[in-house]
């Protein structure tokens, strides 16, 4: 089930990490005027890790070099209880279709704004599309592209969830938002009840215990997300 980085692949991988941990280093740690309160913000080019909501924030999602073993036989995304892995830290970008074009590293993501979530580790993208789920027969969710470079599936709108006065406009860390594809409408789930294990996944399962992660057609509390760990850049 394991398939084995070529050196291309690991390659990408260690620039991109190299690249946004020295922008990190360099990013200035005080907020800059107009943003008091800039360091509470996710921003362009951080890498930040997603806890679910559902789960007790127990679990995070991450992705690996393992292929699915159905539907599309992508790259493999679940959540999994390892809040200290760098399988789970993901770039934020721009999106393909984003309308406000490139987004500047270190300024706020607005609610709204289309993103791609770029898994640093392979240099992939999170991605869904119309093929049926392993575990709950919703839409698979896999990692695609490679160098950052994939397509319109890996696009994904942030979804606020409530308002706040004074940052109803902007993806707050710690505050539960959702994740919406713009190719299918589907939201960004997992359930603390939809889990690998043996039965469903054979002796060995190397996911074992990690909850499997969908697209998901209602938007519920099985589709909430919050950022509080990850490497946060400033302008």
Same mark, same amino acid.
């Given at each position: 089930?394991?398939? @084995? @980085? ?35 913000? =996710?921003? $362009?080019?951080?890498?930040? !890790? #997603? ?5 007790? !924030? ?7 070099? &393992?292929?699915? *073993? ?6 493999? =995304? ?10 789970? #830290? %993901? *770039? ?12 500047? @590293?270190?300024?706020?993501?607005? $609610?709204?704004?289309? /993103? ?34 994939? +397509? ?8 606020? +969830?409530? =308002? @706040? ?5 902007? %993806? ?7 994740? &919406? ?19 469903? $996944?054979?002796?060995? $399962? ?6 499997? /992660? ?5 938007? +519920?509390?099985?589709? &909430? ?5 990850? /490497?946060?850049?400033?302008?």
């Amino acid at each position: 089930m394991t398939k @084995t @980085t070529t050196p291309s692949r690991a390659a990408t991988a260690a620039t991109i990490l190299l690249s946004v941990l020295t922008t990190a280093i360099r990013a200035p740690l005080l907020a800059r005027a107009g943003f008091a309160d800039d360091e509470k913000f =996710v921003t $362009c080019g951080s890498a930040i !890790k #997603l806890t679910h909501v559902e789960s007790g !924030k127990k679990f995070l999602l991450q992705s690996e070099e &393992r292929q699915l *073993q159905t539907g599309s036989g992508q790259q493999l =995304v679940t959540a999994a209880e390892d809040n200290r892995t760098p399988k789970g #830290l %993901w *770039q934020v970008r721009e999106g393909h279709n984003a309308e406000d074009g490139m987004c500047e @590293t270190g300024v706020p993501i607005k $609610c709204g704004s289309i /993103v791609r979530l770029m898994h640093l580790e392979t240099g992939t993208n999170l991605h869904t599309h119309a093929i049926r789920s392993p575990l709950s027969n919703q839409h698979e969710v896999s990692c695609f592209g490679e160098g950052g470079v994939g +397509d319109s599936g890996d696009d994904w709108t942030v979804v606020c +969830d409530g =308002v @706040t006065r004074n940052r109803a406009l902007y %993806w707050v860390r710690g505050a539960p938002i959702q994740l &919406r594809s713009v190719a299918t409408g589907r939201w960004l789930g997992a359930s603390s009840s939809v889990q690998f294990s043996e039965s469903n $996944c054979g002796r060995g $399962c190397p996911i074992m215990n990690h909850l499997e /992660v969908f697209g998901r057609e209602s938007n +519920d509390s099985y589709s &909430r997300w919050t950022v509080e760990l990850g /490497v946060h850049l400033h302008k």
